[in-house]
């Protein structure tokens, strides 16, 4: 079956531009995660959804970036106001949910801000 | 919040050689730990994964061992072929949801 789905694969914009990054789990899946993961680092968690409840947004570094989930399923990870050090790729992973611990990948979005 | 630390950095192994990989984690609670494989261009890939009511866990050419009172936890392969060359990160999470990552292991397997 279809795996985890990003759009767009690569993105260049320009310092000081909004950016939308999209995300398509799994079908079925209830939990989906946003990470970054800069040049020869490892994954730094963002953002985390679970069904209907509250999201986590503890791991957000600014107020420049919001994530939302429509309908349970698609989400968008937006950053307002780019800037250089925002440049990094930016992963989202989906979980079936319950005890079912793995966390399911996409190929990532590349973002780099000029 | 937990802290992971990953060493080493980078490493060579001849094909056929064992590869070894050590993670440390701080937050005492955490009681699951998943190794991702990240191949290039893709995202990461669970391979194997062990909770803290296990002190091993082997699957095939790979297997990973923990500590518990030392709060380390190591991933092995054995037999390397020039297909285990990656990416490999370890995690740590106490509460299933939210993993902690290392900063990441690249392996290349010389031939």
């Known amino acids: 079956g279809a795996g985890v789905s990003q759009s767009p694969s690569n993105k260049v914009t320009e310092k000081g531009k909004d950016v939308e990054l999209r995300c398509d789990p799994i079908?079925?899946?209830?939990?989906l995660y946003w990470y970054r993961q800069s040049l020869g680092q490892g994954l730094e968690f963002l953002i985390y959804f679970q069904g209907n409840s509250a999201p986590d947004k503890s791991g957000l570094p600014s107020d420049r970036f919001s994530a939302e989930r429509t309908g349970g399923s698609v989400s968008t990870l937006t950053i307002q106001r780019t800037q250089q050090e925002d440049s990094a790729v930016y992963l989202c992973?989906?979980?079936?949910?319950?005890?079912?611990?793995?966390?399911?990948f996409g190929p990532g979005t590349r973002l780099t801000v000029l | 919040g937990e802290n992971v630390e990953q060493h080493p950095s980078t490493l060579s192994v001849q094909e056929g050689d064992s590869a070894v990989i050590k993670c440390t984690y701080s937050?005492?609670?955490?009681?699951?730990f998943p190794w991702y494989k990240q191949e290039l261009g893709k995202g990461p890939q669970l391979i194997i994964d062990?909770?803290?009511?296990?002190g091993e866990k082997k699957d095939q050419r790979i297997a990973v061992t923990l500590n518990k009172t030392a709060k380390h936890f190591s991933l092995h392969i054995t037999e390397t072929q020039p297909e285990d060359s990656a990416v490999y990160f370890c995690?740590?999470?106490?509460?299933?949801?939210?993993?902690?990552f290392g900063a990441g292991t690249t392996v290349t397997v010389r031939a």
């Open positions: 995690a740590a999470s106490r509460n299933d949801y939210k993993l902690s």
């Open positions: 062990i909770r803290s009511n296990v």
């Open positions: 992973a989906s979980r079936i949910g319950g005890t079912d611990n793995e966390q399911f």
């Open positions: 937050d005492s609670a955490s009681n699951y």
């Open positions: 079908s079925g899946h209830t939990a």
